[in-house]
């Protein structure tokens, strides 16, 4: 339990026995005791406890962590008595938004507290935990300061007008803004199609005729039985969601029911739920069975997704023979194909390679980009980068100085964002709510 803020430690301190002279206990150490409820003078708990004080704290105020046994209604318990004493409950990434707000750490590392939380791959945790560190900051706060020189320049081009050409060096300026300030950016926003799917993930789904083996596949990456596999077609009749790491990716797996021609109406069957995450997949598995001719319904699911992210997954391998896959794979055409056996645990390694080619467009496996954006930061990166090049641009046509401010502005305005200097108090929120409350 963690307790922050200018009056934790008088709250706290004396329903800790034995009782303890705050001038004697030593900051950022562990003490032995127990809890006490001062009105029955009851035990309640025996504990540890820590009293830090500010500012070298993680919300940079006085805070006073204690371990108790931890069942629910212990903590409970103490809650309450805490509760009673006037302090209240915290806010979902109530310490981390303190921690922000009393710039110990900038908004791209109080958003890697929950990346970091919520990781699902090592790698995902690795990208995760540079951000915690300051990577991104680092890479912005430069660019930052070098924007922040142009502007000055710029407005003092704009308040001595007849000294504008002894400021002011038009080729010149768009050079160091070229080089300072749009390639470093470029490389983030490179790094961030590199990268970002290791830390938001993949979802990917397996389509294809009753009884081709989309289970059996679902529990071949998985390495557990989790889908129901008969050798009865229409097995799976809802959809099974589970996440698999494909060399460091976290890929959310949809398992489904096969999709078939019962009336004649494959849209109509096309079965509610398996359109609806097909729609959201990223990644098409499209499974065929190659121990038998294609059929029309096969065929129906091809004209469905041939036009996605679709790998053709041809499964049964143990039975079919090459004829039969070389013309599954001339009537399908234009498709990546990848040869399995589900059953017999044929070409894993293979698909495994395809999709991780296809997710992050590298044929090998990659070293992990140094630092890699989010999305929000990805959106703030490209808005910088506009009016970088405008800035550019600005120079080259002769563009009236005030003009060229506003332009440096809007890209300086956007790169706060991405660490918290200038971001609205929604998105605020909307980050902070995504944590969970106790971070
Ligand atoms: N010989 C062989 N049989 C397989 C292979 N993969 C799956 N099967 C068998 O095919 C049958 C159907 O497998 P499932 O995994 O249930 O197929 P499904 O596509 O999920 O079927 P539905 O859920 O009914 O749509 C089972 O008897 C499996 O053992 C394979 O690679 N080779
Ligand atoms: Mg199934």
């Given at each position: 339990?963690?307790?922050?803020?200018?009056?934790?430690?008088?709250?706290?301190?004396?329903?800790?026995?034995?009782?303890?002279?705050?001038?004697?206990?030593?900051?950022?150490?562990?003490?032995?005791?127990?809890?006490?409820?001062?009105?029955?003078?009851?035990?309640?708990?025996?504990?540890?406890?820590?009293?830090?004080?500010?500012?070298?704290?993680?919300?940079?105020?006085?805070?006073?962590?204690?371990?108790?046994?931890?069942?629910?209604?212990?903590?409970?318990?103490?809650?309450?008595?805490?509760?009673?004493?006037?302090?209240?409950?915290?806010?979902?990434?109530?310490?981390?938004?303190?921690?922000?707000?009393?710039?110990?750490?900038?908004?791209?590392?109080?958003?890697?507290?929950?990346?970091?939380?919520?990781?699902?791959?090592?790698?995902?945790?690795?990208?995760?935990?540079?951000?915690?560190?300051?990577?991104?900051?680092?890479?912005i706060q430069p660019i930052r300061g070098q924007i922040e020189t142009m502007l000055v320049e710029v407005e003092a081009a704009i308040d001595f007008p007849e000294d504008v050409e002894d400021i002011i060096h038009p080729e010149l300026f768009a050079q160091r803004m070229i080089q300072d300030v749009i390639?470093p950016l470029?490389?983030?926003?490179?790094?961030?199609?590199?990268?970002?799917?290791?830390?938001?993930?993949?979802?990917?789904?397996?389509?294809?005729?009753?009884?081709?083996?989309?289970?059996?596949?679902?529990?071949?990456?998985?390495?557990?039985?989790?889908?129901?596999?008969?050798?009865?077609?229409?097995?799976?009749?809802?959809?099974?969601?589970?996440?698999?790491?494909?060399?460091?990716?976290?890929?959310?797996?949809?398992?489904?029911?096969?999709?078939?021609?019962?009336?004649?109406?494959?849209?109509?069957?096309?079965?509610?739920?398996?359109?609806?995450?097909?729609?959201?997949?990223?990644?098409?598995?499209?499974?065929?069975?190659?121990?038998?001719?294609?059929?029309?319904?096969?065929?129906?699911?091809?004209?469905?997704?041939?036009?996605?992210?679709?790998?053709?997954?041809?499964?049964?391998?143990?039975?079919?023979?090459?004829?039969?896959?070389?013309?599954?794979?001339?009537?399908?055409?234009?498709?990546?194909?990848?040869?399995?056996?589900?059953?017999?645990?044929?070409?894993?390694?293979?698909?495994?390679?395809?999709?991780?080619?296809?997710?992050?467009?590298?044929?090998?496996?990659?070293?992990?980009?140094?630092?890699?954006?989010?999305?929000?930061?990805?959106?703030?990166?490209?808005?910088a980068?506009?009016a970088s090049r405008n800035v550019v641009e600005g120079f080259?046509?002769g563009r009236p100085a005030e003009l060229v401010a506003v332009d440096l502005k809007e890209a300086l305005d956007a790169l706060g964002e991405?660490i918290?200097m200038t971001?609205?108090?929604?998105?605020?929120?909307?980050?902070?709510?995504?944590?969970?409350?106790?971070?």
């Open positions: 339990m963690k307790i922050s803020g200018p009056r934790a430690i008088p709250i706290a301190l004396p329903l800790l026995h034995p009782s303890r002279d705050l001038s004697r206990l030593r900051s950022h150490h562990l003490y032995y005791g127990s809890i006490i409820d001062l009105e029955t003078e009851k035990t309640l708990d025996e504990v540890l406890f820590t009293v830090m004080r500010a500012p070298r704290t993680y919300t940079r105020e006085d805070v006073v962590e204690i371990q108790a046994h931890g069942s629910r209604c212990g903590l409970g318990v103490i809650l309450e008595l805490v509760i009673k004493r006037g302090a209240r409950l915290a806010e979902p990434g109530e310490f981390t938004k303190r921690a922000f707000l009393n710039g110990r750490i900038d908004l791209s590392q109080a958003e890697a507290v929950i990346e970091v939380v919520t990781a699902q791959t090592a790698e995902g945790l690795e990208l995760a935990a540079r951000q915690l560190k300051g990577h991104l900051f680092q890479a390639g470029e490389g983030l926003l490179e790094h961030y199609d590199e990268g970002h799917v290791y830390r938001e993930g993949v979802a990917a789904i397996i389509i294809g005729c009753p009884n081709v083996g989309k289970s059996s596949l679902m529990n071949r990456l998985l390495q557990k039985e989790r889908s129901i596999v008969t050798a009865v077609p229409g097995t799976t009749r809802d959809f099974i969601e589970e996440t698999v790491n494909i060399r460091g990716i976290p890929m959310r797996l949809i398992d489904t029911a096969g999709l078939h021609d019962t009336d004649n109406d494959l849209e109509a069957v096309g079965i509610r739920f398996t359109r609806q995450q097909l729609d959201e997949a990223d990644l098409v598995l499209f499974m065929v069975d190659c121990s038998m001719p294609l059929s029309s319904e096969d065929v129906q699911i091809y004209d469905l997704v041939r036009n996605r992210k679709t790998i053709l997954v041809i499964n049964k391998i143990d039975l079919g023979h090459n004829g039969l896959v070389r013309k599954i794979v001339e009537r399908l055409q234009g498709l990546l194909w990848v040869e399995i056996s589900a059953l017999y645990d044929r070409g894993i390694e293979e698909l495994k390679a395809a999709v991780f080619r296809e997710v992050t467009h590298q044929s090998g496996p990659a070293d992990l980009p140094a630092i890699v954006p989010n999305l929000r930061h990805k959106v703030a990166i490209e808005k980068l506009t080259g046509t991405i918290g971001t609205t108090e929604e998105i605020l929120d909307q980050i902070f709510s995504r944590f969970c409350i106790g971070k």
